[in-house]
T-cell receptor, first 117, second 110 residues
């Protein structure tokens, strides 16, 4: 596709339920990132994939959060037993390689707004 | 761990006035990136600075990277209403990902 695609754009779920958020990165981008953004805050790093493997998952807040990227393209962020504090915009970004490399920008999707009620 | 701090948190200017946002890191950065996020939108890459003391310009925007590579600034000359949004700086942590500052939210009064 032309850009990073995230679905759904909005998700309302009840406390305690399980949710999956999908990210379809730009074709050919090996690096994929998940961020979480609360109102008035900057994007908060969650997890980074290089290819199929999670190169850095140190930003995941607890074991209720898990992400996969089985074929090195589409990624799914999974949240179990959702809590009201999980409400935020979940952003996915991709880049040709890891963004620490000079000259590599991250391309963000539009995000999924998750609301836990 | 590495933290990226931005000031000010908010800035309201009259159209035509200048605007500057500052970014400071607790550690030396290999590079720093700047992003703009319009209200309701997603972050969009503006520029990356790599060299100590580097200065880059994009039309009315001037980006600087400090000599010690621990701070950076974005200056907008003669703001326009199209400049409205939140400006984020981001620096790499452990060369794996970019850590974002809290951003500076710019509003412009026409």
């Amino acid at each position: 596709g032309a850009g990073v695609s995230q679905t759904p754009s909005n998700k309302v779920t009840e406390k305690g339920k399980y949710v999956e958020l999908r990210c379809d990165p730009i074709s050919g981008h090996t690096a994929l990132y998940w961020y979480r953004q609360s109102l008035g805050q900057g994007p908060e790093f969650l997890i980074y994939f290089q290819g199929t493997g999670a190169a850095d998952d140190s930003g995941l807040p607890n074991d209720r959060f898990f992400a996969v990227r089985p074929e090195g393209s589409v990624s799914t962020l999974k949240i179990q037993r959702t809590e009201r504090g999980d409400s935020a915009v979940y952003l996915c970004a991709s880049s040709p390689t890891w963004t620490g490399a000079a000259g590599t920008e991250a391309f963000f999707g539009q995000g999924t707004r998750l609301t836990v009620v | 761990g590495q933290q990226v701090m931005q000031i000010p948190q908010y800035q309201h200017v009259q159209e035509g006035e200048d605007f500057t946002t500052y970014c400071n890191s607790s550690t030396t950065l290999s590079n720093i990136q700047w992003y703009k996020q319009r209200p309701g939108g997603h972050p969009v890459f503006l520029i990356q600075l790599v060299k100590s003391g580097e200065v880059k310009k994009q039309k009315r925007l001037t980006f600087q990277f400090g000599e010690a590579k621990k701070n950076s600034s974005l200056h907008i000359t003669a703001t326009q209403t199209t400049d409205v949004g939140t400006y984020f700086c981001a620096g790499p942590r452990n060369n794996n990902d970019m850590r974002f500052g809290a951003g500076t939210r710019l509003t412009v009064k026409p």
